[in-house]
């Protein structure tokens, strides 16, 4: 079965900062994997996916992540981090399932930046 | 403009009542899904269409139906059934096949038990 650990239930950066969110995977074969982001009260919105072609994903708003097969990791990463990116954060797998693919979310890592 | 709508954006319900969320796409996807979100938990699965009129249980179907009679919709009715029915619920479609597919979600609807 497919899941994902989200490391960090909050993280806080000052504006200006690197800006880094954890995320491990477990999956049985190889994964295709996702960043979303949400802000309140609102839909989420994809920022970046990563379908077995380059490693280094770069995506909107300057983020990227990295797929660290060895380490079972898809961490989002951005250099300085600015105050439209408080939100919440969701790592997701995509799975199989006997009716069709299913997304498999994290419990979320609420992203806090500091003026 | 392609997208989801979600609607009401707001629902205040009485405990004991039915409420039927609304959500319809004009992507073409075929697949269609609602999602349940709690604080802390992320979003959990609670009923997929992957085509019209066939649609399987998530991880959380306990108190819940939906239909998809058409493409285009795919309304989820929270019953009585269902204890604890605050949250905010959320609807995606996405193109139906390949694992690398994203969805796209609506706007959701926060549902409040008065």
């Known amino acids: 079965a497919q899941s994902v650990t989200q490391l960090d239930s909050h993280v806080s950066v000052s504006e200006g900062t690197p800006v880094l969110l954890r995320c491990n995977y477990s999956?049985?074969?190889?994964?295709?994997l996702f960043w979303y982001v949400q802000h309140p009260n609102k839909g989420l919105q994809l920022l970046l996916k990563?379908?077995?072609?380059?490693?280094l994903v770069k995506g909107i708003n300057g983020f990227e992540a990295e797929f660290k097969k060895s380490e079972t990791s898809f961490h989002l990463t951005k250099p300085s981090a600015h105050m439209s990116d408080a939100a919440e954060y969701f790592c997701?797998?995509?799975?199989?399932?006997?009716?069709?693919?299913?997304?498999?979310f994290g419990a979320g890592t609420i992203l806090r930046v500091k003026s | 403009d392609g997208g989801i709508t979600q609607s009401p954006k707001y629902l205040f319900r009485k405990e004991g009542q039915n409420v039927t969320l609304s959500c319809e796409q004009n992507?073409?996807?075929?697949?269609m899904y609602w999602y349940r979100q709690d604080p802390g938990q992320g979003l959990r699965l609670i009923y997929y269409?992957?085509?019209?009129?066939?649609?399987q249980k998530g991880d959380i179907a306990e108190g819940y139906s939906v239909s998809r009679e058409k493409k285009e919709s795919f309304p989820l009715t929270v019953t009585s059934a269902q204890k604890n029915p605050t949250a905010f619920y959320l609807c995606?479609?996405?193109?139906?096949?390949?694992?690398?597919?994203?969805?796209?979600f609506g706007q959701g609807t926060r549902l409040t038990v008065v």
């Open positions: 995606a479609s996405s193109v139906q096949g390949p694992l690398n597919t994203e969805a796209f």
């Open positions: 999956s049985s074969y190889s994964p295709s």
């Open positions: 990563y379908t077995s072609a380059a490693t």
């Open positions: 997701v797998v995509s799975a199989f399932a006997l009716y069709g693919n299913k997304l498999v």
């Open positions: 992507l073409n996807h075929d697949a």
């Open positions: 269409s992957q085509i019209v009129n066939d649609f």
